[in-house]
């Protein structure tokens, strides 16, 4: 065997090796090979002599083994392992029962009804209050006194209903003399105002006046700095605009109002 050839040899077994093939064998002169049948025939009573070689006869291998033909199962890579299961979005309901007869705060003592949000529980816009006030405390409805009747006509200004959207309020039960929930009250229900929002995964979130606006957004500028203006919350997006209650006080900015509403309608508008 001349160098060259030994070389290629070599090159070949190499080469062999780094695909995983570790052992070579060779057919012994006088091998044949026969398809389609499944046994050895040596000496005598072999009728495959070919001039006294010995015949080895194996199974065509286009002709399946049975026990090729079980089917069974590949163990699954450490790639292709499968994904966990999702969990299931939290729905109102289990929110509300959580909530129960709720005594986490002051304000349950002087409260008739809770006001825990009415509404789509799958709507795109949500509208954040303040807390319930007299109308809604007697009712244990969001926005059903005057300043619930102007909220229906923004709602109707966007190209909406009532019963298309979801309100709710950062404190379910009503302050005394309807003043501004105060800190403690807040932290007590907000995380219940957190799961319906995240229940309901809506594409806006409007903030209707400065505490749902702190509560929501962590904000602490005046509202009138901020109000109109879009921001980040949680993967969606969350709107400022003044509490219709502020503008039943100040009936000349029912212009800055619809202004607001303008902007959510063109938003809704541009995200379908």
Not at 43 to 60: I, R
């Amino acid at each position: 065997m001349d160098s060259r050839l030994r070389e290629d040899i070599s090159a070949w077994l190499e080469f062999f090796r780094d695909l995983g093939i570790e052992e070579f064998y060779r057919r012994e002169p006088g091998l044949q090979i026969e398809s389609g049948k499944s046994k050895l025939e040596t000496g005598k009573d072999s009728k495959n002599l070919v001039g006294g070689a010995t015949t080895l006869t194996v199974p065509d291998p286009q002709t399946p083994s049975p026990e090729s033909r079980i089917t069974r199962a590949q163990p699954l890579s450490l790639f292709e392992a499968p994904a966990p299961p999702r969990p299931e979005r939290e729905a109102l309901e289990e929110i509300r029962q959580d909530l129960g007869d709720c005594q986490r705060c002051r304000l349950a003592r002087g409260r008739k009804t809770i006001v825990f949000g009415q509404g789509n529980p799958h709507a795109e816009l949500v509208f954040v209050g303040e807390g319930p006030g007299a109308d809604e405390d007697e009712q244990g409805l969001p926005f059903v006194g005057r300043a619930g009747q102007l909220l229906n006509r923004m709602i109707q200004f966007v190209g909406m209903k009532r019963e298309e959207v979801y309100i709710c309020n950062i404190v379910k039960c009503r302050p005394p003399g309807n003043r501004t929930p105060e800190k403690d009250e807040v932290d007590a229900c907000s995380p219940f105002l957190f799961r319906q929002i995240e229940a309901i995964s809506p594409r806006l979130i409007c903030c209707l006046g400065a505490p749902a606006m702190k509560t929501l957004l962590g904000i602490k500028e005046g509202i009138t700095r901020v109000r109109g203006q879009f921001f980040d919350y949680a993967g969606t997006k969350a709107f400022v605009a003044y509490h219709p209650a502020y503008i039943l006080r100040n009936p000349r900015e029912e212009k800055i109002l619809r202004e607001d509403f303008e902007r959510i309608r063109e938003f809704l508008k541009s995200h379908r």
